[in-house]
Structure formats: structure tokens, C-alpha cells
């Protein structure tokens, strides 16, 4: 072959170590990320069954942020955790979805126990999930549970009913609050009904299922669409069970 002048001419061999190299590096990188993977993987499934055992009704989703996973463990420090769960139920009520998200997770040496700098979340209730708790714990509501006991909202912290029976039909209006583990419902309003109707639910106290970390409703607000409660907490101590 003949030479030109500014032709550089390579062989394939020399070639063949560079491209070696990158598949290699490429190859470790992909293993390096799969490990990082399955690594946050059973870390997600193992916070979520701690978080059961210290009290949760049933096992949530547990998604942990940020990449790489392992690097944050060797620091013993998560930047940040999400929880959620759908259809809570313990007792007379159904938590219909708990959202939660978990920052500045500090693990102690042995990885057993820590701190959570911040925890948010909220947990909402349908307006059905709290008629029937209404009713489970009224005991016979008569005529107000045939007449189905739709409920809706009335305001940032009342629900109402319009309850059509057979021998009268009206309307009424409950005050929603909570004191951490509890719903509590007052009867602050009626209209066309007997007064002896309303006698089982004019105040009721529905409890509510149990959070992990030691952790309750702080409040609670009536929207359109349901309940809504607020979660929270600041340095929130967690420990393994196992």
C-alpha cells in the first residue's frame, strides 16, 4: 500500500486493547448498577417489613430516592424514602391511600436503628369509608342506615347527609375533628328529623388504625372528594425488631 503524506495508518490491532478496555469498563459499570439495584431493592423490601412489625396494619411500598443506593449506605445516610399504602383498614375504618415521604434517614453502625430528620404525609378517608364506620359504630341506626347515610362535605371540617325516610326526610350536619388516633364526630345541625333518630349518631368516635414510628393524624380537613389528614414529625426515632 502506498504511503501518503499525513495518512496515519493504524493497524486493527493496535485497535483491539482500546475497544477491550471500554467493554470492560462498560461491563463493570453495568454490573456495578445492577448490584446498586438489587441492593436498594432488598433494602425497600426490608424497611417495609420493619415498618409492619412496629405497628403497621399491613405492608406498605417503600421506594428509596437517589443514586447510587450503596454509596449512602456506606455513609449510613439516606437522602430520602417514600411510603404508601392503599386500602388500610384496622377497626371500623378504611384509610383508602397513606403517602409519606421520609428525609435524612440516619442509620446507626450495626443498621439496626437511626433517626429520620423529617417525615410528611397525608391520609385520605372516603366519604363511604366514613359513613360505614359511622354506622358500625352507632350500632342499629334504624332508618338513617336504610336510607344509606351519604355523606358530603359541608365545609373545611363538616360532612352532611340528606336522609330521605319513609316517614320523614331531612338533612344533618356533623363537626369532623381528631385527636391523633381517633375521629371524632359531633352532630351540630339538623333539619326534619326526629330527635330520636339522631340520638345514636349525634357523637361518635371512630379509632383509627395504627402508624409506624409511633406516629398519628395531626389533623384533618373535609374536602370535596373525602377526608384528609395531615402526618408528621421531626427527628423520629426508628429500631429493628429483629
Same mark, same amino acid.
Given at each position: 500500500? +502506498?504511503?501518503?503524506?499525513?495518512?496515519d495508518q493504524?493497524? &486493527?490491532r493496535?485497535?483491539?486493547?482500546?475497544?477491550t @478496555?471500554?467493554? $470492560?469498563? @462498560?461491563?463493570?459499570? %453495568? #454490573?456495578? $448498577? !445492577?448490584a446498586?439495584?438489587?441492593?436498594?431493592?432488598?433494602?425497600?423490601g426490608q424497611?417495609?417489613?420493619?415498618?409492619?412489625q /412496629?405497628?403497621? &396494619?399491613?405492608?406498605?411500598d417503600? =421506594?428509596?430516592?437517589?443514586f &447510587?443506593?450503596? +454509596? /449512602?449506605?456506606m455513609?449510613?445516610d439516606?437522602?430520602?424514602a417514600?411510603?404508601?399504602? =392503599?386500602?388500610v383498614?384496622?377497626?371500623?375504618?378504611?384509610?383508602?391511600?397513606?403517602n409519606? =415521604?421520609?428525609?435524612?434517614?440516619?442509620?446507626?453502625n450495626?443498621?439496626?436503628?437511626?433517626?429520620i430528620d *423529617?417525615?410528611?404525609?397525608?391520609?385520605t378517608?372516603?366519604?363511604?369509608?366514613?359513613s360505614?364506620?359511622? +354506622?358500625? /359504630?352507632? !350500632?342499629?341506626? !334504624?332508618?338513617? %342506615?336504610?336510607?344509606?347515610?351519604k355523606?358530603?362535605?359541608?365545609? &373545611?371540617?363538616e360532612?352532611? %347527609?340528606?336522609?330521605?325516610?319513609v316517614?320523614?326526610s331531612?338533612? %344533618?350536619t356533623?363537626?369532623v375533628?381528631?385527636? !391523633? *388516633?381517633?375521629?371524632?364526630? *359531633?352532630?351540630?345541625?339538623?333539619?326534619?328529623?326526629?330527635?330520636?333518630?339522631?340520638?345514636a349518631?349525634s357523637? #361518635?368516635?371512630?379509632?383509627l388504625?395504627?402508624?409506624p414510628?409511633?406516629?398519628?393524624i /395531626?389533623?384533618?380537613?373535609?374536602t370535596?372528594t373525602?377526608? $384528609?389528614?395531615?402526618?408528621s414529625?421531626?427527628?423520629?426515632?426508628?429500631?429493628?425488631?429483629?
Open positions: 500500500m +502506498t504511503d501518503y503524506p499525513g495518512y493504524v493497524s &486493527p493496535r485497535r483491539h486493547p482500546l475497544r @478496555v471500554i467493554i $470492560v469498563v @462498560v461491563v463493570l459499570l %453495568a #454490573i456495578l $448498577v !445492577g446498586d439495584f438489587a441492593a436498594k431493592a432488598y433494602a425497600e424497611m417495609a417489613s420493619q415498618i409492619q /412496629q405497628g403497621f &396494619p399491613k405492608k406498605p417503600v =421506594t428509596i430516592e437517589g &447510587p443506593f450503596l +454509596t /449512602q449506605v455513609g449510613h439516606l437522602k430520602e417514600k411510603l404508601s399504602s =392503599t386500602d383498614k384496622e377497626g371500623p375504618i378504611v384509610i383508602s391511600s397513606i409519606a =415521604t421520609m428525609t435524612g434517614i440516619h442509620l446507626n450495626s443498621f439496626n436503628s437511626g433517626t *423529617h417525615l410528611t404525609g397525608v391520609a378517608i372516603t366519604f363511604s369509608a366514613l360505614n364506620a359511622m +354506622t358500625a /359504630q352507632a !350500632g342499629d341506626l !334504624g332508618s338513617l %342506615a336504610d336510607a344509606g347515610l355523606l358530603s362535605s359541608a365545609g &373545611p371540617n360532612v352532611k %347527609a340528606s336522609l330521605d325516610l316517614i320523614t331531612g338533612s %344533618a356533623w363537626r375533628t381528631t385527636t !391523633g *388516633h381517633q375521629i371524632k364526630i *359531633h352532630l351540630v345541625s339538623s333539619s326534619g328529623l326526629p330527635s330520636e333518630l339522631l340520638g349518631v357523637d #361518635i368516635t371512630i379509632p388504625p395504627s402508624l414510628l409511633g406516629l398519628s /395531626q389533623s384533618i380537613k373535609v370535596p373525602g377526608l $384528609v389528614g395531615t402526618i414529625g421531626r427527628n423520629v426515632p426508628f429500631t429493628s425488631n429483629s
